[in-house]
């Protein structure tokens, strides 16, 4: 009886120690396969962020430049007009919206004109009336170009659900005399193309 009862333990014992191997190679494959998808994703995840933010910044750079350049430009006509009026008219404040109105279809920017932080002109008027403007330039466009000296700052604004950028410089007419600051709005056109490169480059991007 004790063969017998060895015999029939003896069978369980091996299935059992089966179905412990089994179930050890089983955890052994998943880990393994988990490993290999790891492995698989990690590089494609991190090419993913390095060409994004490659992409992000090249736009950024050339968005840079161009706001450069014709903020640049817009100084320079603006300081000729108010120099030549000034001379034909003597002093006093000659800039009115009529001038910067027409600046601004030149270069295709709206401009925007500040003495001692205050509005003094706008080609964009219609938008300080209606109150969708404070008709006081921005507390660190005022710091970062009058106090702070910078020659070029860009700040982004926002109108309602409306993202835009804005180009501050400082305008001198007179030696010693705090510069004006004359800032150039730019339409959504950067923030749409960081969109279009964030939604081409991350599947996940939310609307």
């Known amino acids: ?19 412990v191997v089994r179930a050890g190679g089983q955890r052994f494959v998943r880990r393994l396969l988990l490993a290999f998808l790891a492995v698989a994703i990690c590089p494609v995840a991190v090419l ?3 060409v994004h933010r490659f992409v992000a910044d090249r736009l950024r750079e050339e968005f840079l430049d161009q706001a ?4 640049e430009v817009a100084r320079k006509v603006g300081r000729d007009y108010v120099r030549f009026l000034r001379r034909e008219q003597g002093p006093g404040r000659p800039i009115t919206d009529d001038p910067l109105v027409w600046i601004a279809d030149t270069i295709g920017n709206d401009l925007d004109v500040f003495e ?3 509005l003094l002109a706008s080609s964009k008027r219609e938008l300080y009336d209606a109150g969708l403007l404070p008709r006081r330039v921005s507390g660190s466009v005022y710091r970062e170009v009058i106090l702070q000296g910078q020659p070029f700052y860009v700040r982004d604004e926002k109108i309602g659900e409306f ?13 010693g005399a705090e510069p004006w600051i ?9 923030v749409t193309r960081s969109r279009y490169v964030e939604e081409r480059t991350n599947p996940h991007y939310a609307r």
């Open 116 to 118: 001692e932080g205050r």
């Open 163 to 175: 993202t835009y950028s804005v180009a501050s410089v400082p305008l001198q007419l007179e030696e």
């Open 68 to 71: 450069r350049e014709r903020a």
């Open 1 to 19: 009886m004790v063969e017998t009862a060895v015999e029939n333990v003896a069978p369980r014992a091996d299935a059992g120690r089966l179905q």
């Open 182 to 190: 004359l800032s150039l709005a730019f339409q959504a056109c950067f």
């Open 48 to 50: 993913q962020v390095l």
